[in-house]
């Protein structure tokens, strides 16, 4: 009697698990730069809202009118998912 042998999966196997980890490797990065991007959205957000600006009430906005249009458009030019 003789012991049974293993069996042969060819030189393409070989690859698979190389494959998976480079797969898994780059979800993984694709996933921390959205998380990334994400934060620092809700940070621009966060640090310059978006404030209806109405000529007409002059109670809530007063003279100036303060709005971050062009502030908050440049903190959202920063972002970035790389």
């Known amino acids: 009697m003789s012991a049974a042998s293993p069996p042969r999966y060819g030189p393409r196997a070989a690859w698979i698990p190389i494959a ?24 621009a957000e966060a ?3 978006a404030v209806p600006v109405s000529a007409f009430n002059q109670d809530d906005t007063g003279p100036l ?18």
């Open 20 to 43: 998976v980890v480079v797969l898994l490797v780059l979800f993984g990065l694709l996933f921390y730069g959205e998380a990334r991007y994400r934060n620092c959205i809700a940070r």
């Open 47 to 49: 640090e310059f809202p």
């Open 65 to 82: 009118k303060v709005s971050f249009v062009a502030e908050r458009a440049r903190a959202l030019d920063r972002c970035g998912r790389y």
